[in-house]
């Protein structure tokens, strides 16, 4: 059975550049979560994607957009790279249920030069 | 007030004994509580879920919560050096939007 999947594994971009990541989740789940975790802090929230709307959105701002795909898997897209965007991108799947637990990726390690 | 408070650690125990790894949240609104395991360079890894009040056990594993008290807990028991990581825990209003801490981290001294 499949995890959650994420590519790039590393990024490497420069102020001001556009990037893309993606993400692909836990076969059977239908919902992707998206988190920034900077070094020593927990992961903070920043959207929740089902049936292809975003349904829940964490304090970030709208330079950070993302996409579902019918199949279920995800796309986070950042804007006007600040340095401050450097950070592990995690995505996370779930099952839509009021306890659906949140199982995570492995990650996308961004550097903002 | 943070949403949710950990003790960053270092937290020390030898090897066999057991961990006991705290957290503190300030949303009443709290419904389900989660602690993930991190090693250094690697994602979250969920280790215990928990919705009620009490306790919950799975293998060396035992979550408490008390939701009057706005606290949970993680017990580790018979701690083994491979149990040495951070360990974030989190919580969901319902929103199913994960609020964490910021991690204690654990070292188990062989």
């Known amino acids: 059975d499949a995890g959650v999947t994420q590519s790039p594994t590393h990024l490497i971009k420069t102020r001001g550049q556009q990037v893309t990541l993606r993400c692909s989740p836990k076969s059977g789940h239908d919902t992707v979560s998206w988190y920034q975790q900077a070094l020593g802090q927990g992961p903070q929230f920043i959207f929740q994607y089902y049936e292809e709307e975003e349904r829940q959105r964490g304090n970030f701002p709208d330079r950070f957009s993302g996409h579902q795909f019918p199949n279920y898997s995800s796309e986070l897209n950042v804007n006007a790279l600040l340095l401050g965007d450097s950070a592990l991108y995690l995505c996370?799947?779930?099952?839509?249920?009021?306890?659906?637990?949140?199982?995570f990726g492995p990650g996308t390690r961004l550097t903002v030069l | 007030q943070k949403e949710v408070e950990q003790n960053s650690g270092p937290l020390s125990v030898p090897e066999g004994a057991i961990a006991s790894l705290n957290c503190t949240y300030s949303d009443r609104g709290s419904q389900s509580f989660f602690w993930y395991r991190q090693y250094s360079g690697k994602s979250p890894e969920l280790i215990m879920s928990i919705y009620s009040n009490g306790d919950k056990e799975d293998g060396r594993f035992t979550a408490q919560l008390n939701k009057a008290s706005q606290y949970v807990s993680l017990l580790i028991r018979d701690s083994q050096p491979s149990d040495s990581a951070t360990y974030l825990c989190a919580f969901d209003t319902g929103r199913r939007a994960l609020t964490f801490g910021s991690g204690t981290r654990l070292q188990v001294q062989p």
């Open positions: 996370a799947s779930s099952l839509r249920t009021p306890q659906g637990e949140q199982f």
